[in-house]
């Protein structure tokens, strides 16, 4: 069951441009740990990118200089931005965030609903 709100997929041609974003609910709190992955048919679920403890960003080899991952505190929000998109990017993205709620003492993973992403050649 998802538990993070996550939007923004779609199908773009090759080259394009989409922005991902993932929410918690409002009675959530997460930490500066975020992380999105990808899973392409018949794969694995592989991680694209990730920020841990408010350290730099960490990318996968293939979208380094063509992705952005990133927080907007104030709307307790994380995106990954996505340029020059390639017909290897395709698949389904899934966002990841450290979060606990109000009567939990411990930072947990918390994920969102898949989001399908496709690239046309």
């Known amino acids: 069951q998802a538990q993070l709100k996550a939007s923004g997929g779609g199908s773009v041609q090759a080259g394009g441009s989409l922005r991902l974003s993932c929410t918690p609910p409002?009675?959530?709190?997460?930490?500066?740990?975020m992380y999105w992955y990808r899973q392409a048919p018949g794969n694995k679920r592989e991680i694209v990118s990730f920020i841990q403890g408010g350290r730099s960003p960490t990318y996968e080899d293939s979208v380094k200089g063509r992705f952005t991952i990133s927080r907007d505190n104030a709307k307790n929000t994380m995106y990954l931005q996505m340029n020059s998109l390639k017909p290897e990017d395709a698949g389904m993205y899934y966002c990841?965030?450290?979060?606990?709620?109000?009567?939990?003492?411990?930072?947990?993973?918390?994920w969102g609903q898949g989001i399908q992403v496709t690239v046309s050649s």
């Open positions: 409002d009675d959530i709190q997460c930490n500066n740990d």
């Open positions: 990841k965030m450290g979060c606990r709620r109000s009567s939990e003492v411990y930072y947990r993973d918390y």
